[in-house]
Nanobody, 113 residues
């Protein structure tokens, strides 16, 4: 089981930016497809962005053009750069190793003035 630890959440004003990080355990990280999901109160957990081992990325329509997913295999870390944040981006953000049940504990992002 891969251990995942997210960080970087917080409170930000609309239009602001945050960068989330997810550190993974193990030596096979470079082979994993990694993803960020989010869950707002009372809603289901939805995919935000996904990045393959070859650095191919896909995004949900709601964040396309504002968020960017990247990875640093030397650091076993995947990032989510979030720009032009909106109140509707408020959620708990989770990191996941795709194709497994390995989830991080989540990090809260709140966008509010």
């Amino acid at each position: 089981q891969v251990q995942l630890v997210e960080s970087g959440g917080g409170l930000v004003q609309p239009g602001g930016s945050l960068r989330l990080s997810c550190a993974a355990s193990g030596s096979m990280f470079s082979f994993y497809t990694m993803a960020w999901y989010r869950q707002a109160p009372g809603k289901q957990r939805d995919l935000v962005a996904r990045i393959t081992s070859g650095h191919f990325a896909v995004y949900s329509d709601s964040v396309k053009g504002r968020f960017s997913i990247s990875r640093d295999n030397a650091k076993n870390t995947v990032y989510l750069q979030m720009n032009s944040l909106k109140p509707e981006d408020t959620a708990v953000y989770y990191c996941k190793k795709e194709g497994s049940d390995s989830w991080g504990q989540g990090t809260q992002v709140t966008v509010s003035s």
